[in-house]
């Protein structure tokens, strides 16, 4: 396997200068000031649109999206693209609805919206949750994962990339939020820019190996010799149907995944809650656009790889250790095709979306622990200094669990994108459930919040290893809610699996708030949903690109 040349080392040695030499710069030029919580945990004021939008995206696309997506672009072709795609119209709904609600009730962290909109039980519940699930779900993987790919195009040892990896998202990250809202700019730049350019030349290269040239052709040569990697909407009986069941993903449960990933977590709606609503609109708006390309980053690749391999090259390449073809070695495979220099620019990409992604959940477990745990439960009259300090160092805590906690999860196992969707999955219709009631449903109560959060999380567990076992699910299976698997039982598919559980969770919340309405709704008037007319033309703008594409591939 060839491996980074010099050139290559001097592309990505600019790009780790100029992102770690900025970060430094922040935080010395912080450290010695009077940094306030709101400052470090927020950058409150001081985020633009566009920092906003690219940290949302640096933040979001990480190892699991290159090597997961292209792995599953490769495997079951465009139809992975929903989750980029979907998002993107999430997106828009999170902008009108969820983030003014947020910033006129000054809502600076999920755990302090549920102490608002219910009380301390259900918020001290949700934030422990939330610290098990992104330290030893979200955190690992992306280390192990960008460790893994770091490794193996780089031909370096594979803990000295975790333990580097890590290093160097800390360094962005105790700066606080401005230094990683600013250095995700940058982290921005070399993903797209990277990314495009192995896009590019996979591409290329499939109109190379078919005695023609140009990347136009190459991509018509995929539509034509890989008709069957084109299409958005599995039906009943395809093999992938399981993963991405029919309409679920227009009308079920992908909008559970989405909402819930985009405006009900800390990881990402803190890059927004600083700033005002005006900015934080236009922000998730740029991240909306930057949505709809990443397919063209992430999946293509995964594509053009498949369709190579089927005119019979990478035929070893793409083999794992027990001789079986492993999908998620598509993207290492193509990245290994580039020239010197190339090579070193898209392993910057790389490393930026994997370090972006590290200091931003690194971040959010740091806020999370210091405002909703040690401030309000361990230390109430603490300064904002300490504060400031103890956030710093759960950042070095969090960061060294994750590489100590990693090789041991199985993450390599299961695939990083399939480890974290059913890990998250298990939690987030609940939590979306005493969300979305929480903003537009006044009576709804604390018993209905717990209820939903805890009682959810169990039903997820029930569905998916109960269930199964003590029914024959086969009759759901004309209605496309059941599929059998290898050992010939039937189940009942992921992303259904979240819809029903979050219907449940919302009957039983609605009974319960009818019993004893709650008197603590939040304060919403109907002027907050009002949009400007830029970003309502923007918005639409994306909602009809989401439909066309959907449209053209269905």
């Known amino acids: ?69 292209s792995g599953d672009g490769f495997a079951m072709g465009l139809a992975i693209a929903t989750y980029e795609w979907m998002a993107a119209a999430t997106l828009i709904v999170v902008a009108v609805f969820f983030m003014p609600i947020y910033l006129k009730n000054r809502i600076f962290t999920m755990p302090q919206f549920l102490t608002q909109r219910y009380n301390n039980t259900v918020a001290m519940i949700m934030a422990i949750f939330w610290l098990f699930l992104y330290v030893l779900v979200n955190l690992t993987s992306i280390l192990f994962l960008g460790a893994l790919a770091v490794s193996t195009i780089s031909g370096l040892n594979f803990t000295a990339c975790m333990i580097g990896l890590a290093v160097f998202a800390v360094i962005i990250t105790l700066g606080g939020m401005k230094v990683i809202g600013y250095t995700d700019v940058i982290q921005v730049f070399f993903l797209i820019l990277g990314g495009l350019a192995t896009t590019y030349l996979a591409v290329d290269l499939v109109s190379t190996q078919n005695g023609t040239e140009g990347i136009l052709k190459g991509f018509s040569l995929m539509l034509d010799q890989s008709a069957d990697h084109f299409h958005m909407i599995f039906h009943k009986g395809d093999p992938h149907y399981a993963s991405l069941p029919g309409l679920t993903v227009l009308i079920g449960g992908m909008w559970i995944v989405n909402l819930n990933y985009w405006g009900c977590n800390q990881y990402i709606t803190q890059r927004a809650l600083g700033a005002d609503l005006k900015t934080a609109r236009e922000g998730i708006l740029f991240a909306a656009f930057l949505k709809l390309l990443m397919p063209i980053i992430v999946v293509l690749p995964g594509i053009a790889a498949y369709t190579l391999y089927q005119k019979g090259l990478f035929q070893k390449e793409m083999l794992d250790i027990t001789g079986e073809v492993n999908k998620d070695h598509a993207y290492p495979v193509l990245l290994n095709l580039l020239p010197a220099g190339l090579k070193g620019l898209s392993f910057a990409a790389l490393t930026a979306a994997v370090v972006a992604s590290l200091a931003g959940k690194a971040n959010s477990i740091s806020t999370i622990f210091t405002l909703d745990i040690f401030k309000k439960y361990i230390s109430p009259d603490a300064s904002e200094k300490r504060l400031v300090q103890v956030g710093r160092i759960t950042i070095w805590v969090a960061m060294l669990m994750a590489i100590l906690i990693s090789p041991f999860m199985g993450i390599d196992k299961k695939g990083g994108f399939q480890f974290i969707q059913e890990m998250t999955g298990l939690v987030s219709p609940g939590v979306f459930a005493a969300f979305i009631l929480g903003f537009f449903w006044k009576k709804t109560n604390s018993q209905g919040a717990l209820f939903a959060i805890v009682g959810g999380f169990l039903l997820s567990l029930f569905f998916k290893f109960v269930l199964p076992d003590l029914v024959n699910l086969q009759f759901l299976e004309p209605l496309g809610f059941a599929v059998q698997n290898a050992d010939g039982v039937y189940t009942i598919p992921f992303l259904d699996t979240m819809g029903f559980v979050f219907l449940i969770c919302v009957a039983v919340m609605i009974v319960l708030g009818l019993q004893k309405p709650s008197t603590k709704g939040l304060a919403i008037d109907a002027s907050m949903f009002k949009v400007a007319p830029t970003f309502a033309m923007g918005a639409g703008l994306i909602l009809f690109l989401v439909a066309i594409l959907y449209v053209v591939f269905w």
Not at 24 to 29: A, C, E, N, S
């Open 1 to 69: 396997m060839q491996k980074l040349q010099t050139l290559d080392y001097t592309v990505f040695f600019v790009y780790f200068i100029i992102v770690s030499a900025y970060g430094y710069w922040i935080y010395k030029k912080k450290h010695s000031a009077n940094i306030s919580t709101t400052d470090f945990f927020l950058a409150e004021g001081s985020l633009t649109w566009w920092a906003i939008g690219s940290s949302l995206i640096a933040s979001n696309i990480s190892a699991e999206q290159f090597i997961g997506a």
